[in-house]
């Protein structure tokens, strides 16, 4: 792959003040963001609030991201940025963004534009303040996103202009999905217009970490159809219900996405399953049993 190296002089500048001057408690923090801010962390995250707290919210935070993780990672593998750290000599890797693997593997790696857990910050700070119009949460949100951007910048694994289109491409996003998603009379249009999308996207990019995230979006989006047409659960209707739920979601997620992949080989085909077929037994078939539960209790 053809792999480009560009970015101004004052990012450079930026990433060396950072790493020269504070403290090294800061840099472990950025550490523990690097982790936390991660897609299964979200993936849980959101699921759970789509199962055991609000739907809509849930349907719209997971959409979001889906759509968002697609046009990153499309925009990521089109244009190949070398990392800070193996662009520019004196920059160090503080902490690798997949941890314990080698910096300079780059399909392990990743590239560097857009940042991906900026893009995953914008969708877990603003994405729900965003749909609810809620200003002064968004203000709030806004400060949680530059924390990780920071964070990103400062453990020299991305140039400041990744964070900023990461949050440039999430917050688009999020904007135009809240303008239309409550207005979409048949949002099966928009499910299958969003898979198809990313279908063919793999045509210009067939690279595994993209078709991935086609895998997740399409688990979202056919876990959504069938829901809503032959599930349509409803929100709890008391916290015993909720804690029931949220139970549940976590044993079975860490079953399905936790012990089960690591027993079949964490390959890239195992991941595609994951990302597909495990989403939609969280999204579809696990709601299944709401009614059953609720009835016993």
């Known amino acids: 792959m053809f792999e480009t190296v560009f970015y101004f002089p004052w990012e450079v500048s ?26 299964n962390v979200l993936a ?24 968002a993780g697609v046009c990153c990672e ?11 750290y193996a662009a520019v000599d ?29 893009m995953m910050a914008t ?11 809620n200003m002064k949460y968004v203000a709030i949100g806004l400060i949680g996103v530059f924390i990780v951007a920071l964070s990103r910048v400062g453990l020299g694994v991305h140039f400041p202009t990744d964070t900023i289109a990461g949050f440039i491409i999430a917050l688009a996003i999020i904007l135009i999905l809240s303008r239309i998603y409550d ?7 928009l499910y299958l217009g969003i898979s198809i999308l990313s279908f063919v996207g793999i045509l210009f990019c067939p690279a595994i970490n993209y078709i991935k995230y086609v ?5 979202i989006s056919l876990g959504f159809l069938v829901e809503e047409k032959y599930v ?45 077929l495990f989403t939609f037994i969280m999204l579809a078939i696990y709601p299944l049993a709401f009614k059953k539960m609720d009835n016993d209790g």
């Open 14 to 39: 930026l990433i060396l003040f950072i790493q020269s001057t504070f403290p090294g408690f800061v840099f472990g923090f950025f550490q523990i963001i690097a982790e936390v801010v991660s897609k």
């Open 44 to 67: 849980l995250l959101f699921i759970s609030i789509y199962l055991a707290y609000n739907k809509d919210w849930g349907r719209f935070t997971l959409l979001s991201l889906g759509v």
């Open 74 to 84: 499309f925009i990521k593998l089109t244009v190949a940025r070398l990392r800070p």
């Open 90 to 118: 004196k920059v160090k890797c503080i902490y690798a963004n997949v941890a314990g693997q080698n910096p300079m593997n780059f399909k392990i790696q990743g590239y560097s534009f857009p940042s991906g857990h900026s």
């Open 123 to 133: 969708n877990l700070f603003l994405a729900i303040p965003v749909y609810l119009r």
């Open 183 to 189: 207005k979409i009379e048949y949002r099966t249009h």
């Open 215 to 219: 895998s997740l979006v399409l688990g």
């Open 232 to 276: 349509n659960f409803e929100n709890p209707k008391s916290r015993r219900d909720a804690i029931v739920r949220l139970v549940g979601a976590i044993i079975l997620f860490i079953l399905l996405f936790g012990i089960i992949p690591k027993l079949l080989g964490n390959g890239d085909v195992v991941a595609c399953i994951k990302y597909s």
